[in-house]
T-cell receptor
Framework: TQLLEQSPQFLSIQEGENLTVYCNSS?????LQWYRQEPGEGPVLLVT?????EVKKLKRLTFQFGDARKDSSLHITAAQPGDTGLYLC????????????FGKGTKLSVIP | DTGVSQDPRHKITKRGQNVTFRCDPI?????LYWYRQTLGQGPEFLTY????????KSRLLSDRFSAERPKGSFSTLEIQRTEQGDSAMYLC???????????FGPGTRLTVL
C-alpha cells in the first residue's frame, strides 16, 4: 500500500505570513495532485505535477515535485484568509494505476 | 461548463435502511470513481468504472455496498442495511482516462442515526 504523509497536520498563521506544507512517501509516484477542500465540499484540484523536479506556480502558490518523485511541497506566499482550507496531496503509484492514494491533509487557518 | 454533480448533497437515514446516491460525471469522461471520506482523513478509494464496466470493486467496504454505471454515463452507489459506521462523505470523481487528473463532485454527506 502506497502511503502519503502530510505535514504539518494543522497550521494556523496570520494573514500575510508565508508557509510550506509537505507531502512525503517512501514510494515513487508517477504523478501527484494537490487539492483544496472546504468543509462540506469535495476536493478542488489545484495542480498536477508529473516530472521529477517540476515546479508549478499558481498565483501565490508554488508547487514542487521532488527529483525522485517521492515527495512534494506547497508553498504559499503572503497567505490570505481565503486560503483557509484542507490541503490534500494525492498520487498515482504507476502507469495504469486508477487509484488515487491520498494523504490525510493539512488543515490551514489564516487569521485576518 | 458543468463539473461533476452528486445527488443528494445530504442524506439522513436510520440504521438498517437502504440508501442510494447518484453521480453525474463530466461529459466525455470515461472513468468514474467513488471514494469515502471520514472525519480527519483523506478520501479512500472504493471502486471505479471505465465506461459501463466496473473494473475494480475489491475495495468496496463490504457486500452491503454496490455500484452501477449502466449506460456508461451516471453512476449510483447503494448501501444496504446501513450502519452507524457508514456515516461519512461519499465522493464521486471522473477523469478522461487513467491515470489522469480526477475531478471531484461536491459529495454526499450521509448520517446514519
Amino acid at each position: 500500500t502506497q502511503l502519503l504523509e502530510q505535514s504539518p497536520q494543522f497550521l494556523s498563521i496570520q494573514e500575510g505570513e508565508n508557509l510550506t506544507v509537505y507531502c512525503n512517501s517512501s514510494s515513487v509516484f508517477s504523478s501527484l495532485q494537490w487539492y483544496r477542500q472546504e468543509p462540506g465540499e469535495g476536493p478542488v484540484l489545484l495542480v498536477t505535477v508529473v516530472t521529477g523536479g517540476e515546479v508549478k506556480k499558481l498565483k501565490r502558490l508554488t508547487f514542487q515535485f521532488g527529483d525522485a518523485r517521492k515527495d512534494s511541497s506547497l508553498h504559499i506566499t503572503a497567505a490570505q484568509p481565503g486560503d483557509t482550507g484542507l490541503y490534500l496531496c494525492a498520487g498515482y503509484s504507476g502507469a495504469g494505476s486508477y487509484q488515487l492514494t491520498f494523504g490525510k491533509g493539512t488543515k490551514l487557518s489564516v487569521i485576518p | 461548463d458543468t463539473g461533476v454533480s452528486q445527488d443528494p448533497r445530504h442524506k439522513i437515514t436510520k440504521r438498517g435502511q437502504n440508501v442510494t446516491f447518484r453521480c453525474d460525471p463530466i461529459s466525455e469522461h470515461n472513468r468514474l470513481y467513488w471514494y469515502r471520506q471520514t472525519l480527519g482523513q483523506g478520501p479512500e478509494f472504493l471502486t471505479y468504472f471505465q465506461n459501463e464496466a466496473q473494473l475494480e470493486k475489491s475495495r468496496l467496504l463490504s457486500d452491503r455496498f454496490s455500484a452501477e454505471r449502466p449506460k456508461g454515463s451516471f453512476s449510483t452507489l447503494e448501501i444496504q442495511r446501513t450502519e452507524q459506521g457508514d456515516s461519512a462523505m461519499y465522493l464521486c470523481a471522473s477523469s478522461v482516462s487513467g491515470p489522469d487528473t480526477q475531478y471531484f463532485g461536491p459529495g454526499t454527506r450521509l448520517t446514519v442515526l
